[in-house]
Protein backbone atom coordinates (compact mmCIF):
# COMPACT_ATOMS: atom_id res chain seq x y z
CA UNK A 1 0.00 0.00 0.00
CA UNK A 2 0.98 3.53 -0.73
CA UNK A 3 -0.42 6.56 0.64
CA UNK A 4 -0.36 10.11 -0.58
CA UNK A 5 -0.62 13.54 0.74
CA UNK A 6 -1.29 16.04 -1.46
CA UNK A 7 -0.77 20.17 -0.57
CA UNK A 8 -1.18 23.31 -2.49
CA UNK A 9 -3.36 24.63 -5.13
CA UNK A 10 -5.50 27.59 -4.75
CA UNK A 11 -7.03 30.71 -6.54
CA UNK A 12 -4.56 32.72 -8.66
CA UNK A 13 -5.27 35.19 -11.89
CA UNK A 14 -3.93 34.01 -15.41
CA UNK A 15 -0.46 33.95 -15.79
CA UNK A 16 0.13 33.74 -11.92
CA UNK A 17 1.84 30.42 -10.67
CA UNK A 18 0.96 27.62 -8.20
CA UNK A 19 3.15 24.72 -7.20
CA UNK A 20 1.62 21.62 -5.76
CA UNK A 21 3.10 18.82 -3.82
CA UNK A 22 2.45 15.40 -3.15
CA UNK A 23 4.61 13.17 -0.05
CA UNK A 24 4.30 9.21 -0.60
CA UNK A 25 4.44 6.94 2.54
CA UNK A 26 3.89 3.02 2.97
CA UNK A 27 5.69 1.02 -0.10
CA UNK A 28 7.63 3.68 -1.46
CA UNK A 29 9.93 1.12 -2.65
CA UNK A 30 7.52 -0.20 -5.29
CA UNK A 31 7.37 3.44 -6.96
CA UNK A 32 7.78 3.12 -10.62
CA UNK A 33 6.52 6.54 -11.60
CA UNK A 34 5.17 9.48 -9.96
CA UNK A 35 2.47 12.02 -11.93
CA UNK A 36 -0.11 14.38 -11.61
CA UNK A 37 -3.61 14.21 -13.48
CA UNK A 38 -6.35 16.74 -13.82
CA UNK A 39 -9.95 16.37 -13.94
CA UNK A 40 -12.11 19.14 -14.96
CA UNK A 41 -15.76 20.32 -14.57
CA UNK A 42 -17.71 17.48 -17.28
CA UNK A 43 -14.40 16.35 -18.62
CA UNK A 44 -12.05 13.19 -18.53
CA UNK A 45 -9.27 12.95 -15.92
CA UNK A 46 -6.30 13.61 -18.13
CA UNK A 47 -2.53 13.31 -17.34
CA UNK A 48 -1.04 16.46 -16.73
CA UNK A 49 2.82 15.22 -16.28
CA UNK A 50 4.93 12.03 -14.87
CA UNK A 51 8.32 11.64 -14.20
CA UNK A 52 9.63 7.83 -14.56
CA UNK A 53 12.10 6.10 -11.80
CA UNK A 54 15.01 5.62 -14.07
CA UNK A 55 14.64 9.00 -16.37
CA UNK A 56 12.70 10.90 -18.30
CA UNK A 57 9.39 12.90 -18.08
CA UNK A 58 6.12 13.44 -19.85
CA UNK A 59 4.44 16.20 -20.24
CA UNK A 60 0.67 16.92 -21.65
CA UNK A 61 1.41 19.44 -24.76
CA UNK A 62 -0.91 21.92 -23.11
CA UNK A 63 1.39 22.53 -20.13
CA UNK A 64 4.86 22.06 -21.63
CA UNK A 65 7.14 25.00 -21.04
CA UNK A 66 4.93 26.48 -18.72
CA UNK A 67 4.69 23.36 -15.79
CA UNK A 68 7.53 21.88 -14.83
CA UNK A 69 7.39 18.02 -12.42
CA UNK A 70 10.22 17.04 -10.02
CA UNK A 71 10.76 14.00 -7.60
CA UNK A 72 12.59 13.68 -4.47
CA UNK A 73 13.31 10.17 -4.42
CA UNK A 74 15.31 10.64 -1.02
CA UNK A 75 11.97 12.05 0.35
CA UNK A 76 9.36 10.47 -1.39
CA UNK A 77 7.95 13.64 -3.03
CA UNK A 78 6.58 14.83 -6.23
CA UNK A 79 5.99 18.27 -7.24
CA UNK A 80 4.66 20.37 -10.29
CA UNK A 81 5.41 24.21 -10.47
CA UNK A 82 2.92 25.32 -12.79
CA UNK A 83 3.91 29.25 -14.32
CA UNK A 84 2.12 31.11 -16.63
CA UNK A 85 -1.40 29.24 -15.73
CA UNK A 86 -4.22 29.68 -18.32
CA UNK A 87 -8.59 29.43 -16.97
CA UNK A 88 -8.20 26.27 -18.69
CA UNK A 89 -5.75 24.94 -16.18
CA UNK A 90 -8.84 24.84 -13.46
CA UNK A 91 -9.73 21.33 -12.65
CA UNK A 92 -8.95 19.06 -9.78
CA UNK A 93 -5.11 18.02 -9.77
CA UNK A 94 -4.29 14.36 -8.39
CA UNK A 95 -0.92 13.24 -7.38
CA UNK A 96 -1.04 9.46 -9.00
CA UNK A 97 2.03 6.79 -8.34
CA UNK A 98 2.24 3.31 -10.17
CA UNK A 99 3.59 0.18 -8.82
CA UNK A 100 1.71 -3.03 -9.59
CA UNK A 101 -1.24 -0.51 -8.81
CA UNK A 102 -2.27 2.75 -9.51
CA UNK A 103 -2.78 4.56 -6.22
CA UNK A 104 -4.64 8.75 -5.97
CA UNK A 105 -3.89 11.45 -3.61
CA UNK A 106 -7.50 13.39 -2.32
CA UNK A 107 -7.04 15.80 -4.94
CA UNK A 108 -6.36 19.74 -4.90
CA UNK A 109 -8.62 22.19 -6.23
CA UNK A 110 -6.58 24.80 -8.67
CA UNK A 111 -8.81 27.68 -10.22
CA UNK A 112 -7.66 30.32 -12.73
CA UNK A 113 -9.31 33.54 -12.93
CA UNK A 114 -9.08 35.37 -16.17
Known amino acids: QVQLVESGGGFVQAGGSLRLSCAAS????????MGWYRQAPGKQRELVAR???????YYEDSVKGRFTIARDNARNTVSLQMNSLKPEDTAVYYCNVKTLFDYWGQGTQVTVSS
Open 26 to 33: GRTSSINS
Open 51 to 57: VYSRAGT
